[in-house]
């Protein structure tokens, strides 16, 4: 069993940066791809980012793309998500996910394990 726990999330004025930690516990991570969702009130979940296992590969929603950037330190068993350049629209539940089986990285229905989750919010 893999257990994520995500931190770094906030309260933060348009314009600015976090950086989204998870930590995973139980299994190494090192193996799976991990992604990054989100969901915003009253919104299904939606894929942010994802890096994979194999060569650390990284793929982006538009809606982030050339703001967010995706990492992993396997050493630490931990994935990173730095949020540049928050826009109000990017305030939303942010969770971290490991993908264990075959499946499309951008569903959220192709990941096995779940973090908690992490508020953002960006102020305009």
């Known amino acids: 069993q893999v257990r994520l726990v995500e931190s770094g999330g906030g309260l933060v004025q348009a314009g600015g940066s976090l950086r989204l930690s998870c930590a995973a516990s139980g299994r190494t991570v090192s193996r799976y791809p991990m992604g990054w969702f989100r969901q915003a009130p009253g919104k299904e979940r939606e894929f942010v980012a994802v890096?994979?296992?194999?060569?650390?590969?990284?793929y982006y929603a538009d809606s982030v793309k050339g703001r967010f950037t995706i990492s992993r330190d396997n050493a630490k068993n931990t994935v990173y998500l730095q949020m540049n350049s928050l826009k109000s629209e990017d305030t939303a539940v942010y969770y971290c996910?490991?993908?264990?089986?075959?499946?499309?990285?951008?569903?959220?229905?192709?990941?096995?394990?779940w973090g908690q989750g992490t508020q953002v919010t960006v102020s305009s």
């Open positions: 996910a490991a993908k264990e089986y075959s499946g499309n990285y951008f569903y959220t229905a192709s990941y096995q394990y």
């Open positions: 890096v994979s296992a194999s060569d650390s590969s990284t």
